[in-house]
Structures are given as C-alpha cells and as structure tokens.
C-alpha cells in the first residue's frame, strides 16, 4: 500500500520557518515526480513545488520562489520542503504528492497527482 506521510507542520510568527517532510513508502518512487501543494481555507488547492525523482532542477510557484527550498534523499524515499521567511499568507494545509503521470521538466498538474499525503497544517501568525 501507498503512503505519503508529512510531518514538521505547525504554528510560527511571520518571519520564521518550518521545514516539512514527506515519507513515502509501498512503492519505488524512483520513477516519480514529488512535491508539494497548499490548500488555504476557502481556496482551491494550488501548487507549490515539485521536482523529478531522478533530479533535475526543482519548480517553485511564483509566490514562494527565494524563499522556499525543495529536497530529497533517495535513500529514505524522503522529501522536505524548507519554508523561510514565512508569511500570513503561507497559511495553509501543505500535501506531499507523487505523480508517475508529470513528464518531468515542469511542474506537476494536480490532476496528475497519482498519490497525495494526508496534510500537515502550516499557520504564520502576523
């Protein structure tokens, strides 16, 4: 069975940063795109960040670039968001996804999205 499970969410002052995690497991991700997408109260689910497994540079919303870091360790089956610099406006559920669907080379389209986490909730306190 396939799992995505994030970690590391939690409340900070805006300025401040969170790094989250996402495990996976139940499947070789090797051939996968993963990332990241936000879902705000009252707003459609958008996307964050997302990278192939195999490398390649990462692609970052317009909204988070410079501040934001997208990584991976292979050997766990693991990715991280690293979240600088947090704002108001970051406040979000945060879903780790995997999508065997992406080509690669851009970002991933939600509706590509094979597996999704179960959410970990991100709140910046002004």
């Known amino acids: 069975q396939v799992q995505l499970v994030e970690s590391g969410g939690g409340l900070v002052q805006a300025g401040g940063s969170l790094r989250l995690s996402c495990a996976a497991s139940?499947?070789?991700?090797?051939?996968?795109?993963m990332g990241w997408f936000r879902q705000a109260p009252g707003k459609d689910r958008e996307f964050v960040v997302s990278?192939?497994?195999?490398?390649?540079?990462?692609y970052y919303a317009d909204s988070v670039k410079g501040r934001f870091s997208f990584s991976r360790d292979n050997a766990k089956n693991t990715v991280y968001l690293q979240m600088n610099s947090l704002k108001p406006e970051d406040t979000a559920v945060y879903y780790c996804a995997a999508s065997a669907k992406s080509p690669g080379g851009r970002p991933i389209l939600s509706y590509e999205v094979d597996y999704w986490g179960q959410g970990t909730q991100v709140t910046v306190s002004s």
């Open positions: 139940g499947h070789t991700f090797s051939n996968y795109a």
């Open positions: 990278n192939n497994w195999s490398g390649g540079r990462p």
